[in-house]
């Protein structure tokens, strides 16, 4: 029997994936080991705290559903998920900004004609029209782009939030085709700046730090082009309180944009107003390459999206 010190462990369990086939995952497995080694080191980490951590990342995943994914989330809050999407995005020039996925993305659903009202169930929200344009970097328009929809509802909750999700369906949450033009457009309600779900246990920690849960108001696109980089981003409301204190760390100045008040009788499309509304309008610009857009929650790898 071998008996190691704490520097012979380390270097032990590092030297046991060494036969490991593939190298990324070889490189990934050891520099995890010896970041996890250093970090119990360092802090001197104790028996209570080592168990209070496994019981904390145990019930993360008995908080994960089908809707919900609370390792996304948990990711989110430590600033990792945005550390991932600054290591993978470094060369942005000219291309619209990445930013979180977000633990709510559902998924696909059915393709939804141009103008339709995305939240016709909510009665009680300010309605918002939402314009854009999806091109190239040289700004020549891209035709047949598939692009996914999501966003809060005026109260700060999610469709897949709440308790009728799989009878009611979608709310706030579409997918639109580009036209000939680049162009998608559609109606909705001006979302509201919300908590990150605090009843698990990320937002435990959240609250336990003296954190705010809050993120600002924002809508979320996908753009997955063929023969282009899959886009995942927000675009987010001008003016919102949490812009400099996202607690995901999500905000960049280039995915801000200007939503105006307008008191017009018709909306850019022809439909009637009905009282105030305000106007959306943001460009996305599409960076050539590949890659997967990620899969839809409560599907596996291996099946498909």
Known sequence: MTQFNETELTEAVVKSFDNTPNPRAKFLLQELVKSLHDYVSKTGLTFEEWEYAIDFLTRTGHKCTDTRQEFILLSDVLGVSMLVDAVNHRDREGATQTTVLGPFYVGEHKVTAHGTDISPN????????????????????????PVDVWHADDDGFYDSQKPNYDEVGASARARFITDA??????????????????????????????????????????????????????????????????????????LVAKVEPRNDPVMPDGSKANGQWHLMTYEFHLKPGGGMAPKPLGVKAEEPA
């Not at 909510?122 to 091109?135: A, C, D, H, K, L």
């Not at 779900?197 to 920690?205: A, I, L, N, Q, R």
């Not at 696109?221 to 886009?231: I, Q, R, S, T």
Request: proline content about 8%.
């Open 181 to 254: 033009d680049g162009r998608f457009f559609f109606r909705t309600i001006l979302p509201c700046s919300y908590p990150i779900p605090t009843d698990g246990p990320v937002g435990e920690m959240i609250m336990q730090t003296k954190r705010h849960p809050m993120r600002p108001a924002h809508v979320h696109f996908l753009v997955n082009a063929k023969g282009y980089e899959p886009l995942i981003t927000h675009v987010f409301m001008d003016g919102d309180k949490y812009l400099d204190s996202d607690v995901v760390f999500g905000v960049k100045d280039d």
């Open 122 to 145: 909510n009665q009680t929200g300010e309605r918002m029209f939402v314009q854009s344009r999806v091109t190239d970097l040289k700004g020549k328009p891209l035709a047949g782009v």
